[in-house]
C-alpha cells in the first residue's frame, strides 16, 4: 500500500491519517478519535504522545504511538533543516534502521520534503521505558546496557564502504561539509561571550585550541569507519528493564554519521557518568565494549586503537555542547545540560591528555 501524503505538525494528525498508516503496515485498523501531549526534551524536534481512540481494532494495532515533527521555534527549525538534521533521520529509519543492529523505536511511518524541510516521523511508543536525562546521568548498569548497544550499532555496517556513497549521512565522501573551521571558530567566539563567567579556564583554553584545530582533527583520523551516533547520550535513550529483552532503546537520529565507533563510546561515558565514576569503570566499559566489537565479528580493531581513540574523540562532547547552545532555542534547562556537557567532556580531556593530541 501507499505510504499517506505528508502531515507536517502535530496539530494536523487526524483520525485518518493514522489509520491509513496503520493500514498501510499491515494492520486493519480504524482510528476515530485521537489526543496529543507533548512528550520529550528535545532542541531541534517537537514530539507528541498520540493516545488513539479506535471505531475498530486489530491485532497489532497499537495504544499510543509518538510523533515527531519540525520544530515551531523559527531558529530550531531552520538549525534543522539548515544542517541536514531533519533529512538525515528520517532517511535512517527509511534505509538503515533495520540493518543497524541497535534497538531503535519501530518506524509506522517516515517521510520528508526536501524542498521545505517539513517532515514527520510516525513511531512505536516505547512507554513505559523512560527517557534518559543528561544531568541525572545514568547508573554504571545502564552503562553498561548502553554499551552493548554502542557495539551492535558499529559491528552493523564495520568498513561497509557502500555507506560512503549516501550523501545524507554525516562525513562520507559524498556529503556536504556543513561544519566548517571558520563556523566552528565564529560559534566559539560567540559562545565565550554569552557564557563568559560560567567558562573554567582549562575549559577555555580547550575551546580555543580545538576551534582553531577544527580542520586538523577532522583530518587525523583514518583507521576503521562504522554507522555512529554523534549524540549519544542519556536525553537520546529509553529506559525499560535492564533484566528484560529491550533495556535501552536509542531515539534521535539526526546526527547519523560515518567515522569512529570510539566517538560515542566516549560522548557517552564523558557525559553520562559522574567523573569519579568514569574513572573507576572505564577500563571495563571499555574492555566490555571491545569484547561485543570481537563477539559480533569486528577483529580489526584492539582494544589499544580503542583506547587511543577514546581520547581522541573526548573532544566530541566538548563541541557538541557549545556548538549545539549557540544554534538551538535557549532555554534554562538547555543551558544546565549543555554545561554539565561541557564540564564532563573537559575532565575527560584533562584525564586522557588529549590535547596533547591536537597541535599547538
Given at each position: 500500500?501507499?505510504?499517506?501524503?505528508?502531515?507536517?505538525?502535530?496539530?494536523?494528525?487526524?483520525?485518518?491519517?493514522?489509520?491509513?498508516?496503520?493500514?498501510?503496515?499491515?494492520?486493519?485498523?480504524?482510528?476515530?478519535?485521537?489526543?496529543?501531549?507533548?512528550?520529550?526534551?528535545?532542541?531541534?524536534?517537537e514530539c507528541v504522545r498520540i493516545t488513539l481512540d479506535y471505531a475498530r481494532t486489530a491485532p497489532g494495532a497499537p495504544a499510543t504511538l509518538v510523533g515527531k515533527f519540525p520544530s515551531p521555534n523559527p531558529d530550531s527549525r531552520a538549525?534543522?533543516?539548515?544542517?541536514?538534521?531533519?533529512?538525515?533521520?528520517?532517511?535512517?529509519?527509511?534505509?538503515?534502521?533495520?540493518?543497524?543492529?541497535?534497538?531503535?523505536?519501530?518506524?509506522?511511518?517516515?517521510?520528508?520534503?526536501?524542498?521545505?524541510?517539513?517532515?514527520?516521523?510516525?513511531?512505536?511508543?516505547?512507554?513505559?521505558?523512560?527517557?534518559?536525562?543528561?544531568?541525572?546521568?545514568?547508573?554504571?548498569?545502564?552503562?553498561?546496557?548502553?554499551?552493548?548497544?554502542?557495539?551492535?550499532?558499529?559491528?552493523?555496517?564495520?568498513?561497509?564502504?557502500?555507506?560512503?556513497?549516501?550523501?545524507?549521512?554525516?562525513?562520507?565522501?559524498?556529503?556536504?561539509?556543513?561544519?566548517?573551521?571558520?563556523?566552528?571558530?565564529?560559534?566559539?567566539?560567540?559562545?565565550?561571550?554569552?557564557?563568559?563567567?560560567?567558562?573554567?579556564?582549562?575549559?577555555?583554553?580547550?575551546?580555543?585550541?580545538?576551534?582553531?584545530?577544527?580542520?586538523?582533527?577532522?583530518?587525523?583520523?583514518?583507521?576503521?569507519?562504522?554507522?555512529?551516533?554523534?549524540?549519544?547520550?542519556?536525553?537520546?535513550?529509553?529506559?525499560?528493564?535492564?533484566?528484560?529483552?529491550?533495556?535501552?532503546?536509542?531515539?534521535?537520529?539526526?546526527?547519523?554519521?560515518?567515522?569512529?565507533?570510539?566517538?560515542?563510546?566516549?560522548?557517552?561515558?564523558?557525559?553520562?557518568?559522574?567523573?569519579?565514576?568514569?574513572?573507576?569503570?572505564?577500563?571495563?566499559?571499555?574492555?566490555?565494549?571491545?569484547?561485543?566489537?570481537?563477539?559480533?565479528?569486528?577483529?580489526?580493531?584492539?582494544?589499544?586503537?580503542?583506547?587511543?581513540?577514546?581520547?581522541?574523540?573526548?573532544?566530541?562532547?566538548?563541541?557538541?555542547?557549545?556548538?549545539?547552545?549557540?544554534?538551538?532555542?535557549?532555554?534554562?534547562?538547555?543551558?544546565?545540560?549543555?554545561?554539565?556537557?561541557?564540564?564532563?567532556?573537559?575532565?575527560?580531556?584533562?584525564?586522557?591528555?588529549?590535547?596533547?593530541?591536537?597541535?599547538?
Open positions: 500500500m501507499t505510504q499517506p501524503d505528508l502531515v507536517t505538525s502535530p496539530a494536523r494528525i487526524t483520525p485518518a491519517w493514522i489509520s491509513a498508516i496503520l493500514q498501510a503496515n499491515g494492520v486493519d485498523a480504524s482510528v476515530r478519535g485521537l489526543a496529543t501531549k507533548i512528550v520529550g526534551t528535545g532542541q531541534i524536534g538549525t534543522g533543516v539548515g544542517l541536514g538534521n531533519y533529512l538525515r533521520e528520517v532517511r535512517f529509519y527509511q534505509q538503515l534502521a533495520a540493518t543497524a543492529r541497535i534497538r531503535t523505536p519501530r518506524a509506522w511511518y517516515a517521510g520528508i520534503d526536501e524542498a521545505s524541510g517539513d517532515f514527520a516521523l510516525i513511531m512505536e511508543d516505547l512507554a513505559p521505558a523512560e527517557q534518559g536525562d543528561q544531568m541525572r546521568g545514568c547508573t554504571l548498569a545502564e552503562a553498561e546496557k548502553v554499551i552493548d548497544e554502542a557495539a551492535k550499532l558499529h559491528s552493523s555496517h564495520w568498513n561497509n564502504l557502500a555507506i560512503d556513497d549516501l550523501v545524507w549521512v554525516n562525513d562520507t565522501r559524498q556529503a556536504p561539509r556543513v561544519v566548517t573551521q571558520p563556523l566552528v571558530e565564529e560559534i566559539w567566539h560567540g559562545f565565550v561571550a554569552r557564557y563568559d563567567e560560567m567558562i573554567t579556564p582549562f575549559a577555555r583554553e580547550v575551546g580555543a585550541r580545538f576551534a582553531r584545530n577544527f580542520d586538523a582533527f577532522g583530518a587525523g583520523y583514518v583507521g576503521p569507519k562504522c554507522l555512529v551516533h554523534i549524540d549519544f547520550r542519556p536525553d537520546n535513550m529509553m529506559f525499560g528493564d535492564l533484566d528484560g529483552p529491550s533495556p535501552v532503546a536509542v531515539v534521535d537520529w539526526q546526527s547519523v554519521t560515518w567515522g569512529c565507533g570510539a566517538a560515542d563510546v566516549s560522548y557517552f561515558l564523558a557525559g553520562a557518568l559522574p567523573v569519579e565514576v568514569r574513572r573507576a569503570n572505564e577500563k571495563a566499559l571499555l574492555q566490555r565494549y571491545h569484547e561485543g566489537m570481537l563477539r559480533l565479528g569486528v577483529a580489526d580493531h584492539s582494544l589499544d586503537d580503542l583506547w587511543t581513540n577514546y581520547a581522541r574523540y573526548s573532544f566530541n562532547l566538548f563541541m557538541v555542547a557549545f556548538f549545539a547552545s549557540m544554534i538551538v532555542k535557549r532555554t534554562e534547562r538547555g543551558d544546565r545540560m549543555f554545561f554539565t556537557m561541557l564540564n564532563g567532556a573537559a575532565a575527560h580531556i584533562a584525564d586522557s591528555d588529549a590535547l596533547s593530541l591536537l597541535p599547538p
